[in-house]
């Protein structure tokens, strides 16, 4: 459900468009009248982003981007089905869909896709996970692994600019769900800080020495 704030917001859009381009209403692609859409978080474009970040080289946002259109809202896709799809996502000729496949198993190892066989199909479903949720876990473990060696590998090229952009746009959009995952994060930090700092100075030592080790 739109909030009071995006309401005010679209409206005073919709008033700035009309003023501008004639008959806008009648000339735009409108969710409400016609049929065949996905929707997409408007961090989508962050999102792929950074998946080309994590796999420098070998692009996965426009992989990433065909399959989510490829779902009925339900994070399903029936891959054997959507044969279209190596093409809808930038790959031609004899090694298509090989270089598809390829691209495939990079986001599951990222775990932006989850693939399981059906029937004699290797790939024949997919299932996507709320991809904001998992870039936020890969930044978490970034952060963590200081710098690296970095697992999954790839991770070490998520940029700090990126992540900053994703959770600015996040916020300004209401998108609850990575604020709310930001918030246990933050949380979660401030818990395991507050428990170091409660433990006698010699153990602190300790257990400084043995990570250095």
């Not at 409206?11 to 009309?18: A, F, H, M, P, T």
Request: aromatic content about 8%; glycine content about 10%.
């Amino acid at each position: 459900m739109a909030t009071l704030k995006g309401k005010a917001v679209r409206s005073k859009d919709i008033e700035l468009r009309d003023t501008y381009f004639e008959d806008a209403a009648e000339r735009l692609w409108d969710r409400g009248k016609h049929h065949g859409f996905a929707t997409v978080p408007k961090t989508m474009p962050l999102l792929m982003r950074a998946l080309d970040e994590l796999s420098k080289g070998k692009p996965l946002g426009c992989t990433y981007f065909a399959l989510f259109c490829a779902t009925w809202d339900n994070g399903l896709v029936r891959l054997g089905r959507s044969t279209d799809l190596p093409y809808a996502s930038g790959f031609t000729g004899p090694r298509g869909v090989r270089g598809w496949q390829e691209r495939m198993k990079l986001l599951e190892s990222f775990g932006f896709v989850e693939i399981r066989p059906s029937g004699g199909q290797k790939f024949g479903l997919a299932f996507l996970p709320n991809p904001n949720i998992v870039l936020l876990d890969l930044w978490e473990k970034k952060q963590a692994q200081g710098n690296g060696p970095f697992d999954p590998p790839g991770l070490g090229g998520l940029q700090d600019a990126t992540m900053s952009a994703f959770l600015e746009r996040a916020i300004d959009v209401g998108a609850n769900d990575v604020t709310r995952k930001h918030a246990k994060i933050n949380a979660a930090k401030r818990s395991a800080a507050e428990d170091e700092a409660a433990q006698p100075r010699t153990k602190r030592v300790r257990t400084a020495k043995a990570a250095k080790e």
